[in-house]
């Protein structure tokens, strides 16, 4: 399996794990954005801590590195912030469609910090793609300025943290040590509010934070992964399959049925991934036969 099927296979477990972990904080119930957040990264800094402490990976840091790093976790952090805070004040849809704008900035983010050009079909996917995002999740039109503003800015900080993990994976930082710095960066800007503002919760939000906290690890590690095996304008586009992953959910816990609209919307989306991934492959054998050839 080359690193590219690697990286379609990995952001794709990522778009599930992220769909689940959507989930269970639904399920948590009324709680703070802060305070879900927080054992959002928590879970997180814990496995990554243990798969640090067995690995034992080489941490020879460079300065453009430990700057990579920096960025990747400030972004990431304030990416988490605006998508709670877009959520808690607009329309879901709307936050929603604000959210998946991420993987268009990590594109324009990656020709202007990694030099890495999408081609004339990878562009065009992606845009097809966030039209099918469009039929699910229909925006109202009816956006406050600071909430969308506020969202969008999720979306594009979004983006450049998976542009940094890309940069950083490049570098042959290792993926469980870039997860463990975002999440412990996280959870320390995160502290404070959960200090300010805590609420009780009981045995079951606590067991359903967890899972959601589990759920997080798995979408963090294989997102990291994702983008350290492949550059974002041949997987971001995959995506978008935690949009379809959480009608799924949805339909399944809480019996919620997509309407005609949204079946189109998973239509554009799933065929215009599979065409990424036969026109990656393509690419791929052609190389490998060029090669053999020469």
């Not at 990995?10 to 972990?21: E, H, N």
């Not at 709307?94 to 704008?101: E, F, Q, V």
């Not at 594109?107 to 469009?134: D, H, T, Y």
């Not at 992953?245 to 949204?262: E, K, R, T, Y």
């Amino acid at each position: 399996m080359t690193s590219k099927q690697k990286g379609i296979l990995c952001i794709t477990a990522s778009s599930f794990f992220f769909a689940l972990m959507n989930l269970f904080v639904r399920l948590s119930g009324d709680l703070p954005a802060m305070q879900k957040s927080f054992f959002r990264n928590a879970v997180a800094l814990i496995f990554a801590a243990v798969l640090l402490f067995r690995e034992r990976p080489s941490l020879s840091l460079t300065p453009k590195s430990k700057r990579d790093l920096f960025w990747r976790a400030l972004f990431g952090t304030v990416g988490v912030l605006c998508n709670f805070y877009s959520v808690d004040h607009l329309v879901l849809a709307d936050a929603s469609m604000l959210n998946k704008m991420s993987p268009f900035f990590a594109v324009l983010f990656a020709i202007f910090l990694l030099k890495e050009k999408p081609s004339r079909f990878q562009s065009i996917s992606i845009f097809i793609a966030f039209l099918g995002v469009l039929c699910i999740v229909k925006p109202t039109g009816n956006l406050n300025l600071f909430p969308a503003f506020i969202g969008l800015m999720g979306g594009v900080t979004a983006g450049a943290a998976y542009t940094y993990v890309r940069s950083l994976g490049k570098q042959g930082v290792a993926g469980p040590f870039i997860v463990f710095f975002f999440s412990a960066f996280s959870c320390i800007v995160l502290l404070p509010f959960l200090v300010l503002d805590y609420h009780p919760m009981t045995w079951s939000q606590l067991g359903i934070l967890l899972l959601a906290g589990l759920s997080a690890a798995g979408g963090q590690f294989t997102i990291t992964a994702a983008y350290c095996y492949a550059p974002a304008r041949e997987i971001s586009v995959y995506d978008y399959f935690q949009i379809p992953f959480s009608a799924l959910l949805g339909f399944l816990v809480f019996g919620q049925i997509p309407d005609w609209l949204s079946w189109i919307g998973y239509a554009i989306i799933c065929t215009t991934a599979v065409a990424m991934f036969l026109h990656t492959t393509q690419q791929t054998n052609d190389i490998y036969q060029q090669k053999g050839g020469s």
